[in-house]
């Protein structure tokens, strides 16, 4: 592929085109209901004739682009309640890739490929949730400052031993309203993990949390939000936290999936136990 044909995908490319390829980057995996949901919102009236609509709008724009080889899409789609086309799984394409660094100036190449069922369906998990954060801030229920996915949310720092070390958050949000600022380190949990695993990686923010480089950047350190499927597995991963002489379990939120505001906006509540 040519950097003259790199070049001039530029013409062929709005601004909204541009923007769903940033997000492809950032997210690595999208549906095409999630890409819908994060730009072309559906309007408050005539909702399920609209949603019908930005689907059907959605699909036509990443058709195209898919032409274009700006954007591919997975062999394989995820279970769910969407049907059809909602539920195609897309990633970048080598031409958005290429033209996304040469946009930025960037000289280094990320290769995708197709990824397993586990990495899939756990990204996507991630993506609907700073899907849902963007459309409560799209509109006006607060602000939504920041949001950043895996890469660029993990934190570099060095262990009591000296040793290197990163915390690898899914997501880092930070939500506001004109009164409160409210910061999260955010893990999607699917279930699948063994609670030693999830245990491992509450030491480890609590390692973090012991070196202050986070509170010295933003004077507050985020709380960590574990999402669950279900309010047995909040009960399960709450109670190991606490058997755990180790932990301090005020560093930790554990709540469903679908209570995710509850915390992650700002008037946050309380532990889900």
Do not use: N
Not at 177 to 205: M, N, Q, W
């Amino acid at each position: 592929m040519s950097a003259r044909h790199t070049r001039d995908l530029g013409f062929h490319l709005t601004e909204r085109d541009i923007r769903i390829l940033e997000d492809l980057e950032r997210f690595r995996l999208l549906t095409t209901r999630q890409i819908q949901r994060l730009h072309l919102p559906v309007r408050p009236f005539g909702e399920s004739v609209s949603a019908s609509a930005a689907t059907r709008g959605t699909t036509r724009i990443l058709t195209r682009l898919e032409a274009l080889k700006a954007v591919a899409r997975l062999e394989r789609r995820i279970g769910g309640q969407e049907h059809g086309s909602a539920l195609t799984i897309w990633q970048l394409g080598h031409s958005g890739e290429r033209y996304l660094r040469l946009r930025r100036g960037d000289t280094s190449r990320t290769q995708y490929l197709e990824p397993g069922r586990p990495f899939a369906t756990h990204m996507l998990a991630v993506a609907d949730v700073a899907a849902m954060l963007r459309e409560h801030a799209k509109a006006g229920h607060f602000d939504l400052l920041e949001l950043q996915p895996e890469t660029a949310c993990w934190r570099p720092f060095t262990g009591p031993g000296g040793q290197a070390l990163t915390l690898k958050p899914d997501l880092f949000v930070v939500t506001a309203d004109r009164i409160t600022e409210t910061y999260s380190f955010v893990e999607v949990d699917l279930g699948t993990e063994h609670l030693p695993a999830v245990l491992r990686k509450c030491r480890l923010y609590q390692q973090y949390e012991r070196t202050g480089i986070e509170q010295a950047a933003r004077s507050v350190f985020p709380a960590v939000v574990w999402l669950v499927p279900t309010t047995k597995r909040a009960v399960v991963i709450h109670d190991a936290i606490a058997a755990d002489r180790t932990l301090d379990p005020t560093l930790f939120w554990i709540l469903p999936a679908e209570q995710a505001l509850d915390q992650l906006a700002p008037y946050a509540g309380t532990h889900t136990t």
